[in-house]
């Protein structure tokens, strides 16, 4: 670790920036070009988010499961945890009570 | 000890070259993650009510995301933003390499242009749909994206005033252990807000014309 490879880094950089680029570039031409149905092309949308969330969480934020303090990692999926139950609770009871109205 | 080649915290390390200022890092770092989970939840559950009101309902016969979606612009405002947390990276990068202080402050001057660049087409944005009658009280569609796209503009900005913060303090202070970490937590905070921006992205605008 004396003398961290520069290069490496900066290529891992570029490698994680085409990957974030390509997943931004299809959703967009799902959308523009409209193949397929409207059901597929959420699909792709969701896929491609969710893809480039990884990418970025990997590559930007160098996020990973490799060998780091336990408590970082805690943090982040008790966090996600919280906000899936507050969100996903309010889409839902909201979601009911808009089909209900 | 922990091992020579662990990371003491997540993100970027500066690496065990560094001495002191990589050993601090930790909690200050730790605490700066605290912070952006807090931030998370915020713009979780602001996605969360924009959902809820994205919907004929919340829209009340007003316009509708065909009527004030203008997708070229979104995607210039992505790019944007992606290459600005490519070129903050790159920053990171020849500061952690303990390249001269001009070299970080170069490319932090280029992620800082990228980002005002950003907010200059996002104002332009809110503009145009401002001047179709689409402001946020015109319904509860209208104001769940002001509110939430609004949130995220108003990070950028406060991360466009901590790169300003950040290039004058390299230039009078060098790279000081104190201000290495300070770019190191402004680096979280610059990619957390591109992947906010995913999800801005993909569900208010690319969800909302489909």
């Given at each position: 670790?004396?003398?961290?490879?520069?290069?490496?880094?900066?290529?891992?950089?570029?490698?994680?920036?085409?990957?974030?680029?390509?997943?931004?570039?299809?959703?967009?031409?799902?959308?523009?070009?409209?193949?397929?149905?409207?059901?597929?092309?959420i699909?792709?949308i969701t896929?491609?988010a969710l893809?480039?969330l990884?990418?970025?969480l990997?590559?930007?934020?160098?996020?990973?499961?490799?060998?780091?303090?336990?408590?970082?990692?805690?943090l982040v999926l008790f966090t996600v945890l919280l906000l899936g139950i507050m969100s996903i609770g309010t889409i839902w009871i909201l979601g009911n009570l808009a089909i209900?109205? | 000890?922990?091992?020579?080649?662990?990371?003491?915290?997540?993100?970027?390390?500066?690496?065990?070259?560094?001495?002191?200022?990589?050993?601090?890092?930790?909690?200050?770092?730790?605490?700066?993650?605290?912070?952006l989970m807090s931030d998370l939840i915020l713009f979780g559950l602001t996605f969360a009510s924009y959902i809820t009101l994205a919907n004929?309902?919340g829209?009340?016969?007003?316009?509708?995301?065909?009527?004030?979606?203008?997708?070229?612009?979104?995607?210039?405002?992505?790019?944007?933003?992606?290459?600005?947390?490519?070129?903050?990276?790159?920053?990171?990068?020849?500061?952690?390499?303990?390249?001269?202080?001009?070299?970080?402050?170069?490319?932090?001057?280029?992620?800082?242009?990228?980002?005002?660049?950003?907010?200059?087409?996002?104002?332009?944005?809110?503009?145009?749909?401002?001047?179709?009658?689409?402001?946020?009280?015109?319904?509860g569609y209208?104001s769940g994206l002001?509110s939430l796209v609004g949130l995220h503009?108003?990070h950028?900005?406060?991360?466009?005033?901590?790169?300003?913060?950040?290039?004058?303090?390299?230039?009078?202070?060098?790279?000081?252990?104190?201000?290495?970490?300070?770019?190191?937590?402004?680096?979280?905070?610059?990619?957390f807000l591109?992947i906010v921006w995913i999800g801005i992205f993909s569900i208010v605008?690319?969800g909302g014309?489909?």
């Amino acid at each position: 670790m004396r003398n961290p490879d520069f290069k490496a880094e900066l290529r891992a950089y570029l490698l994680g920036f085409g990957l974030a680029l390509a997943l931004t570039v299809v959703p967009f031409a799902v959308v523009v070009f409209g193949p397929g149905t409207q059901g597929l092309a959420i699909i792709l949308i969701t896929l491609c988010a969710l893809a480039q969330l990884v990418v970025q969480l990997r590559y930007f934020l160098h996020l990973d499961l490799s060998e780091q303090k336990r408590e970082d990692l805690h943090l982040v999926l008790f966090t996600v945890l919280l906000l899936g139950i507050m969100s996903i609770g309010t889409i839902w009871i909201l979601g009911n009570l808009a089909i209900r109205m | 000890m922990t091992q020579p080649n662990a990371k003491l915290h997540p993100g970027l390390n500066l690496g065990h070259h560094h001495g002191e200022a990589h050993n601090q890092a930790e909690t200050v770092v730790f605490g700066f993650w605290v912070f952006l989970m807090s931030d998370l939840i915020l713009f979780g559950l602001t996605f969360a009510s924009y959902i809820t009101l994205a919907n004929n309902m919340g829209m009340a016969s007003g316009p509708t995301p065909a009527d004030i979606i203008d997708l070229v612009n979104v995607f210039a405002q992505t790019v944007l933003l992606l290459v600005s947390s490519l070129t903050f990276g790159v920053a990171s990068l020849t500061m952690r390499h303990k390249m001269p202080a001009k070299v970080t402050i170069a490319w932090l001057g280029l992620s800082l242009v990228l980002g005002l660049a950003f907010l200059g087409l996002a104002a332009l944005d809110f503009l145009n749909m401002a001047n179709q009658g689409a402001v946020p009280s015109r319904s509860g569609y209208l104001s769940g994206l002001w509110s939430l796209v609004g949130l995220h503009a108003v990070h950028v900005t406060a991360g466009c005033f901590w790169i300003m913060i950040m290039i004058a303090q390299i230039a009078v202070l060098g790279l000081h252990p104190i201000v290495k970490s300070r770019v190191l937590r402004l680096g979280l905070f610059w990619h957390f807000l591109d992947i906010v921006w995913i999800g801005i992205f993909s569900i208010v605008y690319l969800g909302g014309l489909l």
